[in-house]
């Protein structure tokens, strides 16, 4: 990525954790851990993690039903033109880092 595309993924990460933080309830806890951006900038993907995981499901089709909610949060905080479709997903990297971590410890 570029230096440009980090900065703006890196923005789009912070303000979805403050929109999700403001929107969900408090059934479970939602972290954004990452955002990645399509070079073009007209597509971003937004990673979070879910506590406990037995919510996860929930959490994402609750986060994937707010999209065009948090679009319009985006739009009201980012000075760009363009403002990219969001999508969400879980960050399986962290749960196979959290699995790793668990398993070293049983050890």
């Known amino acids: 990525m570029t230096q440009r595309n980090e900065r703006v993924a890196q923005f789009i990460k912070e303000l979805s954790a403050q929109f999700l933080e403001r929107e969900v309830s408090n059934i479970s806890l939602i972290t954004v851990t990452s955002c ?16 406990p995981s037995s919510k996860e499901k929930a959490a994402l089709d609750f986060a994937k039903r707010k ?32 699995k790793i971590d668990e398993l070293l410890r049983e050890k």
């Open 36 to 51: 990645t951006t399509s070079p073009d900038l007209k597509r971003a993907t937004v990673f979070m993690t879910v506590f």
């Open 67 to 98: 999209r065009t909610e948090l679009r319009d949060f985006l739009k009201k905080n980012m000075q760009t033109r363009n403002i990219p479709f969001i999508d969400i997903e879980i960050d399986q990297g962290e749960k196979n880092r959290q």
